[in-house]
């Protein structure tokens, strides 16, 4: 199996579209395998590791209203993230991950192991819900494979589009 | 001998300093292995992974006469980097990477390996010239390494300067 960042490239590294990152319990690793690949600078804007509420807020835009009442561990947050890094990064697609790592931080509502992606275009933002398990490490990096699939299924979705028109 | 980031938790947990990053070849490394640690979220505010010189001007501030004058790989664009990060991400220390991680990108005058690291603090900004070798992978670790390395040297500097006074 090709792992999604190098299929990722195959289809990018022309230049056809660029891609950003707003991660929050993923912490920076969609962003390293994204730009583990050589050449990878053609399409990779950048990303923003947004770990606190105040940088999801001021960094991505994030509004208090999600953040207070939904909280940073919502499909809201993550759509949210996804839509502000399109814009602050200047990108034509963009991945955000926001969820609990564990092993502290679970709450009743919100156990550990459930993490938001969503992916944002200028066509709209995809959100999705993931139930994972295993330990801190496990979660992040499915979380991050998660996120680099879903990156991938809309990059295919959008250069068909382009395609087609 | 324990890494970087585990001894920047054990400095840092009780919440008596912030720290973000600022990231070109590492990609995300350095923020990914922060936040690796459980409670990291007590003090690192977040990160930018500024791959394109559109995200280095855009979101930490890098001055044209920087990225066209001596490039993204110079110490200054590091210090400029590092000093944007802090002030982005609301940090009290913050880190920043550029370099040439290869196999493509290297110059006659800027080689694959060549790495500036800077860390930024209220009271100045401190860089640094690395010659890293290997593949990719071992360039962006490496880097990586130093990073987080010059990181804790700051912390416990400004943790020392703040016991005095």
Redesign the interface.
């Known amino acids: 199996l090709t792992p999604p960042e190098i299929a990722l490239h195959s289809l990018l590294h022309a230049g056809s579209l660029?891609i950003g990152?707003a991660?929050s319990c993923?912490?920076?690793?969609?962003?390293?395998r994204?730009?583990?690949i050589?050449?990878?600078?053609k399409y990779?804007?950048?990303?923003?590791?947004?770990?606190?509420n105040?940088?999801k807020a001021?960094?991505l835009g994030v509004s208090t209203e999600i953040l207070q009442k939904l909280g940073a561990v919502s499909e809201e947050c993550a759509i949210a993230m996804a839509e502000g890094a399109r814009v602050?990064?200047?990108a034509d697609v963009a991945v955000s991950t926001t969820g609990i790592?564990?092993?502290?931080?679970a709450t009743e509502r919100k156990p550990i192991g459930l993490v938001y992606v969503a992916v944002a275009t200028s066509r709209g933002t995809q959100g999705r819900e993931l139930h994972l398990t295993g330990d801190?490490?496990a979660i992040?990096e499915a979380a991050a494979e998660t996120a680099l699939e879903a990156l991938l299924t809309t990059v295919r979705g959008e250069l068909a589009e382009r395609t087609e028109t």
């Not at 993923?26 to 390293?32: C, D, F, H, M, R």
């Open positions: 660029t990152t991660e993923t912490g920076g690793l969609v962003a390293a994204l730009t583990s050589s050449g990878s600078s990779v804007q950048g990303g923003i590791v947004a770990y606190s105040q940088a001021d960094l602050a990064l200047k790592a564990g092993p502290t931080g801190r490490r992040t």
